[in-house]
T-cell receptor
């Protein structure tokens, strides 16, 4: 099992460009999450999904969109990147309601210039 | 407003010493309190977790102490080792929501 994988590992964008981050899990987990990690801020939840075809906003959703068309994939989109979105992005998954352990991917380091 | 407040921001401990990291919360709906360990360049991994019906949970050298009335919980690492050097995050989740709020992290450095 690969667990949770993220693509790409690194990316540099110019302000205004768009991109999509892909998260994939092979554990048949229902719940998936996107976080951003910034120095001194810990991990902040951007969006999450409790099942295929569903998404919900987290703490810091502005400037991001997500889609969960397949159970194993969770996509995070930036339509018009801003320097404030420079961060390390982590995807996570968990079994579902009542099972709290989250499994994290290795992260994507995004720089917006 | 951060829902879970963590301290200290960084911690230096000698090998064999005790590392203590503290977290506090306000939301009484939180009912699951995990600690995650993160090594440089890696994603966080679950270390240990506790629910509010117990005051302490121990797994090997790692112990969570939980004070429900004070709305505080802490991680104790006994006999700290250089391999424990990492960033530690506390977190909390409300009942049956699986939506996590993380602390700001503590960078632990265990000196040989």
């Amino acid at each position: 099992n690969a667990g949770v994988t993220q693509t790409p590992k690194f990316r540099v964008l110019k302000t205004g460009q768009s991109m999509t981050l892909l998260c994939a899990q092979d554990m048949n987990h229902e719940y998936m999450y996107w976080y951003r990690q910034d120095p001194g801020m810990g991990l902040r939840l951007i969006h999450y999904s409790v099942g295929e075809g569903t998404t919900a906003k987290g703490e810091v959703p502005d400037g991001y969109n997500v889609s969960r068309l397949k159970k194993q994939n969770f996509l995070l989109g930036l339509e018009s990147a801003a320097p404030s979105q420079t961060s390390v992005y982590f995807c996570a998954s968990s079994t579902g309601q009542g099972a709290y352990e989250q499994y994290f991917g290795p992260g994507t380091r995004l720089t917006v210039t | 407003q951060q829902q879970v407040k963590q301290s200290p921001q960084s911690l230096i401990v000698q090998k064999g010493g005790i590392s203590i990291i503290n977290c506090a919360y306000e939301n009484t709906a939180f009912d699951y309190f995990p600690w995650y360990q993160q090594f440089p360049g890696k994603g966080p991994a679950l270390l240990i977790a506790i629910r509010p019906d117990v005051s302490e949970k121990k797994e090997g050298r790692f112990t969570i102490s939980f004070n429900k009335s004070a709305k505080q919980f802490s991680l104790h690492i006994m006999d700290s080792q250089p391999g424990d050097s990492a960033t530690y995050f506390c977190a909390a989740s409300p009942q049956a929501v699986n939506k996590f709020y993380f602390g700001s992290g503590t960078k632990l450095n265990v000196k040989p």
